[in-house]
């Protein structure tokens, strides 16, 4: 297993709410990893400290240390604008910038992080809805307006903008929340073909996703990590009695 | 069936009163537009536009300085108004949680309610009193007013546009400061534009403050230190004289004012449409 994240001893507050206790696990290269659990435990806040997005909400606070690629994100001297570069998000809600065409939305964070180039920035927008699997339906509309995309469309669109910075890891939080089936469909396939190359962390509510599409599974109660392990072990044969009745249904 | 007609009859009345209601609400607006394009027909010619204003006793003439000074003086306030109501719209909407923010945006309600005359009087006892009565002082008056209208809309607008989209922003590793010039302000652009246009739309027509910082003038621009013509002073001088041919002129600049306001809301609103 080659770690992409490795996460010690992550501590979160909101004020004086501590919204995570002390949370340790290690996240593997170019897989799917899903955060599960009841709703309020943690699971969005958790994905927001692995790329600095929580200390952006105000009296939010973060302690303990997570290691991409070996280096910790929260020692001194670490600029957030560029740990976020190389780890991605993707909302909930699909989030297209209003005022922006498709392929404009595409190219932000290309051109607003100073690439000029419009070659360069041609052929970043096509490889990223490529990639997004939404190339073909919006290959002739790419001065359209992002908001005027099916809901689903847009979620891809925003997966694609958020490639287009060419991260190596992708925050996902609830990404099908706001979806129809066949569109969710379509993302988690575009979910198991990214993680070829890219580190994947969905935080989800759905358990047949979270069983369809991961590698690895994490059950977060509380603000605690509950249990951690291959997905089809924490399905199968979970170890912690409070993980089998969630899996199962009986709380959510 | 009965209790139903009651309703039907009821409703009728309601209806009539609604309408007879809007109508009265439409007269001043419509009488006022009749009146002044009745009286400023005859004086509307090309001579109007590309003339200066005329001595006593001189037929003829036209306004053409006062358009001259009114771009020039209201152009300058708008160059020190604009960016510092932009600016201070930013902070009030993006560093809301600062302390400091809750002060400022009291301070602009408290600066939003004060009489534009007593923002005239003070510009004179800051500007005219040392450099004479002069479009920078006017400007300045001027400015002040504008201040508070273009911070307060632009504010709102800010406000408007959801979190989630400069958390996707923030997300793609764009600075917060390029987040706000770029996304936010992006985003809002529609209404902030609309604000600035009738926030100068706004001292297009004010002219006490104008009054007292800068006086009235019958000649051309000659200079930012000295007094400009202005059409809103031009209403207010020309309208209480006892020559005829310059009453005339005070009726054509309040036809003019009042289609500069017009053009001014119509411009924002072809402006507001855009793209998307």
């Known amino acids: ?252 | 069936m009965d209790r139903y007609k009651l309703r039907v009859i009821k409703d009728r009345l309601m209806k009539v009163l609604v309408y007879l209601a809007l109508f009265l609400a439409l007269v001043p607006l419509f009488s006022i537009l009749f009146e002044v394009f009745r009286r400023s027909f005859s004086v509307i010619s090309l001579d109007f536009f590309i003339r200066p204003t005329p001595t006593v006793g001189e037929v003829g003439g036209g306004i053409a300085n006062a358009i001259q000074g009114t771009l020039i003086t209201v152009g300058l306030a708008s160059l020190i108004g604009v960016p510092i109501g932009l600016m201070s719209g930013i902070f009030l909407s993006e560093y809301s949680e600062s302390k400091l923010s809750a002060a400022v945006r009291f301070f602009h309600d408290v600066l939003n309610g004060i009489p534009s005359i007593v923002i005239g009087i003070f510009a004179y006892a800051m500007i005219t009193l040392s450099i004479g009565f002069s479009v920078i002082a006017a400007a300045f008056a001027l400015a002040i007013i504008m201040i508070p209208i273009v911070t307060r809309t632009t504010e709102e607008a800010l406000k408007l546009v959801p979190i989630s989209v400069r958390e996707a922003a923030i997300a793609l590793g764009i600075p917060r400061w390029k987040t706000t010039l770029t996304v936010v302000l992006g985003s809002a652009k529609k209404a902030i534009v609309t604000g600035v246009l009738l926030s100068i739309a706004r001292i297009s027509g004010e002219s006490a403050p104008v009054l007292v910082t800068m006086g009235f003038w019958r000649w051309w621009f000659s200079g930012l230190n000295r007094p400009a013509a202005n059409l809103a002073l031009n209403v207010f001088v020309f309208g209480t004289s006892p020559f005829e041919n310059w009453v005339a002129l005070a009726w054509g600049s309040a036809l003019l004012l009042l289609m500069i306001v017009l053009g001014i809301s119509v411009l924002a609103r072809i402006l507001t449409r855009g793209r998307y």
């Not at chain 1, 302690?63 to 020692?75: E, T």
């Not at chain 1, 996703?209 to 997905?231: C, H, K, N, W």
């Open chain 1, 1 to 252: 297993m080659v770690v992409k994240l490795d996460i010690q001893n992550l501590n979160a507050w909101f004020g004086s709410k501590q919204v995570l206790k002390n949370i340790s696990m290690k996240i593997e290269e170019n897989a799917v990893t899903a955060i599960i659990g009841p709703s309020g435990c943690g699971k969005t806040t958790f994905i927001r400290c692995l790329n600095r997005m929580h200390e952006i909400t105000p009296g939010a606070r973060v302690s303990g240390k997570v290691l991409f690629n070996g280096m910790d994100i929260y020692s001194d001297g670490v600029d957030p604008v560029t740990v976020r570069k190389k780890i991605g998000m993707v909302f909930q809600k699909p989030n297209p910038f209003p005022m922006m065409s498709i392929y404009d939305n595409v190219a932000a964070g290309l051109k607003l992080n100073g690439v000029r180039d419009k070659k360069i920035i041609d052929m970043a927008v096509k490889r990223s809805l490529e990639l997004a699997y939404l190339w073909d339906e919006v290959k002739d509309d790419l001065n359209k307006s992002g908001a005027s995309l099916s809901g689903g469309q847009q979620q891809r669109l925003c997966i694609a903008r958020a490639l287009a910075v060419e991260p190596e890891v992708l925050l996902m939080d609830e990404p099908c929340s706001a979806l129809d089936p066949i569109s969710t469909a379509k993302i988690e396939t575009l979910i198991r073909k990214l993680a070829e190359d890219h580190t994947i962390v969905i935080v989800t509510h759905n358990m047949q996703q979270a069983a369809r599409i991961s590698d690895y599974a994490a059950f977060l109660y509380f603000g605690e990590l509950i249990e951690y392990g291959p997905t089809k072990q924490i399905f199968n044969s979970p170890e912690h009695e409070l993980t089998k009745r969630y899996i199962t249904g009986e709380f959510g």
